[in-house]
C-alpha cells in the first residue's frame, strides 16, 4: 500500500527557485514514468534525477500519489497554455471539446506508462488525503468550457462536462489496457461528444 501521507496539496513554491525546484521534481518524476511501471518508480530516484533532498521532496509531496497527482496536473496546464497559444482547433462548441479530448489522447498514448502512473494515481486518490486531485478536476473542465465557448455554465453544462470527463477517462483507461483500439476510443468520444453535449448552452 503506498504512503499517503498527510492531507494537504503539494506544497506551493513562493520564489522563482522554488519553482524551478518543483519543475525540476515534476519532471524526473514524469521522466522516470516514461521508463518504467508505476510501482517501480521509487521517491529517492525522483529526488536523486531532480538534484534535491528526499526530505524536500516528500515536503512537496507527501507521497507518490501526490506527486503524480501533481504531474497531472501539470500536463493539464500544458494543454491550457497550448490551446492560449492560439494552436488550431475547431471553432468551439462540440466538436472543438471534441478536438481537444482527441489531442489529449493522443499526447497520453505516445507515454502510456506516464499515463497509466498519472491515471492511476488520480483515480485512487481521495480528495481528502490527495487534495490536488480538486485541481485535475478543475483545470480540465476549465479547458473544455472554454473550448466548447461556454461563459456561465449551467447546471446542464457542469453536468455534461463531468460526465464527458469521466466517461474520457474510463476510455483512456481503456485503452491502455489494451480493451480497445485508438480509433474505437476516438469514435467513443465523437459519441460521447455528440450525446452528452447536444444541450451545452452554445450548442
Known sequence: MPRIGEARDAAE?????????????LTAAAELATEKELARVQMHEVAKRSGVAIGTLYRYFPSKTHLFVAVMVDQIDQIAVHRAMGLPVATCGRDAVYDVLVRATRALLRRPLLATAMIQSNGSANAATVPDVAKVDRGFRMIMM???GIENPTEDDHTAI??????????????????????????DIRTACDLLLVRISSS
Open 13 to 25: 513554491p513562493s520564489s522563482d527557485e522554488q519553482r524551478a525546484r518543483q519543475i525540476r521534481m
Open 162 to 187: 463531468r460526465l464527458l470527463m469521466q466517461l474520457w477517462f474510463g476510455v483512456i483507461q481503456s485503452c491502455l489496457n489494451s480493451r480497445i483500439s485508438i480509433p474505437d476510443a476516438e469514435s
Open 146 to 148: 472554454d473550448a466548447a
